[in-house]
């Protein structure tokens, strides 16, 4: 170390932080960068209560209501506030409760937010961020929980990412805010309050961009969000026996990183992909279609994909328990690809 601003950057590297943290810092700094950046939906301010899942708390206190303002229940009234805002000159960050409730305001994301620059010839652009939650683990049933990125990944005009830890929450929330497209940034209810390294301010995660988090020679598993934690855990036992994985954070699920995806299966041979989501039609399908194309006779084996039943989510936690992909199907599928 030469100077202090490389022990203060360590120091940063080395302090913890939770994942609903680093979204409530990601905002604090993109509305003191930038004037033009407003944050709305249900509750957002502090007399509401700051968020139900407290991202937004001290925010309203600190920048103002006039730029941090708690909406009626409408996801239909947040998402079109939200357009015009952005279309006005601004960087508004709606948040949908949970990521379900994002179904009430397609018309307005899909029709709209996401058709925009296309329909104007490029003479608009539409720098909008969607927050939003779900995942399973707290009970919530059929209603509140399920993964429905694929729909929007589906959806021509639209980036979606799902950050896994803190550091990648805060710098992926500020590239989509400053990204002159729309934006959908999932977060995970589970995640929220588990503790990982703190971001350094200001650093940015670009969108698009995959991180091989772990390098191993065996078998490539490609995850994001909740589930890349149960992937780690998997991989840790795994090499126990001597099974090299190659761990990769998709980080943003589109646009895919298939660069990276490729460059590492290329080297492994064998590829499983992890996600939350239902498996039919899924995220999943898409890498494998890619990867069966562009490295079919590489392969030593066909992709496999592990997810979700078909099925909602149930309410049930023994249910709830078994809908989720598991450690144990994990490994079945990592096992069956190294045969």
């Known amino acids: 170390m030469n100077s202090t601003t490389d022990v203060s950057r360590v120091a940063e590297e080395i302090k913890k932080m939770n994942l609903a943290q680093a979204i409530t810092m990601a905002l604090d700094d993109a509305m003191a960068l930038d004037p033009t950046v407003i944050v709305l939906g249900e509750d957002v301010a502090d007399k509401q209560g700051g968020g139900v899942f407290k991202c937004t708390t001290g ?4 920048h103002g209501e006039h730029r941090v303002r708690s909406t009626p229940i409408s996801e239909q009234a947040i998402v079109g506030a939200a357009i015009g805002a952005a279309l006005a000159g601004m960087r508004p960050v709606a948040e949908i409760m949970l990521m379900n409730f994002m179904t009430v305001s397609m018309d307005q994301i899909v029709n709209h937010a996401a058709k925009l620059r296309y329909m104007t010839g490029g003479q608009t652009h539409v720098p909008l961020t969607i927050r939003t939650t779900t995942g399973a683990g707290f009970g919530t049933g059929g209603q509140h929980s399920d993964y429905l990125e694929a729909w929007f990944a ?5 980036q979606v990412v799902a950050p896994s830890s803190p550091a990648d929450a805060y710098g992926l929330l500020l590239s989509c805010i400053f990204d002159d497209d729309p934006c959908i940034f999932i977060e995970n209810m589970p995640l929220y309050f588990v503790p990982g390294i703190a971001p350094i ?8 961009k995959a991180n091989v988090l772990r390098a191993g020679t065996d078998a490539t598993v490609v995850s994001y969000s909740r589930t890349l934690h149960d992937v780690i855990v998997v991989a840790d036992q795994l090499a ?3 099974i090299s994985l190659e761990i990769i954070d998709l980080r943003t699920i589109s646009p ?3 660069p990276t995806l490729c460059q590492s299966v290329a080297k492994t041979r064998r590829a499983v992909i992890v996600h939350e989501a239902n498996v039919d039609f899924g995220i999943g399908a898409e890498i494998a279609a890619q990867l069966h194309r562009e490295l079919f006779d590489t392969l030593k084996a066909p992709v496999l994909r592990v997810g979700s039943m078909r099925s909602p989510v149930p309410y049930s936690k023994p249910l709830e328990a078994a809908f989720v992909p598991t450690p144990e199907r994990i490994t079945a599928a990592i096992r069956q690809v190294l045969k």
């Open 154 to 158: 589906h959806t021509a005009g639209l």
């Open 201 to 208: 301010p200001g650093a940015r995660v670009p969108i698009g």
């Open 59 to 62: 925010l309203s206190t600190k």
């Open 256 to 258: 895919l990183d298939m």
């Open 240 to 242: 126990k026996e001597g």
